[in-house]
């Protein structure tokens, strides 16, 4: 979970996503319509991105993808029944 807390902290708004998740495509471009310029990590296209998304579910994202870190707070989307 280091991994995450460190690359949440390198900038104010961080995306963690997947290149080919629907979800993720639309917060990217959410945040970008907003003037938002975030660091995006594409864990699909990561050397270590399956560690990286596993720390995310312990994290308690669920699903891992998109997280979205906000001043290094993890905004979790209440789960949708």
């Not at 104010?12 to 959410?30: A, E, G, N, R």
């Not at 660091?39 to 579910?57: F, H, K, N």
Request: with cysteine.
């Amino acid at each position: 979970m280091e991994v995450v807390t460190k690359m949440a902290s390198e900038r104010p708004v961080v995306i963690f996503s997947k290149s080919s998740c629907c979800m993720c495509h639309s917060i990217k471009t959410l945040f970008s319509d907003f003037g938002v310029n975030p660091a995006v990590y594409e864990l699909d296209e990561m050397q270590r991105g399956r560690e990286i998304e596993q720390a995310l579910s312990r994290l308690g994202c669920n699903p891992t993808v998109p997280a979205v870190f906000i001043g290094e707070t993890l905004w979790v989307e209440p789960m949708r029944s």
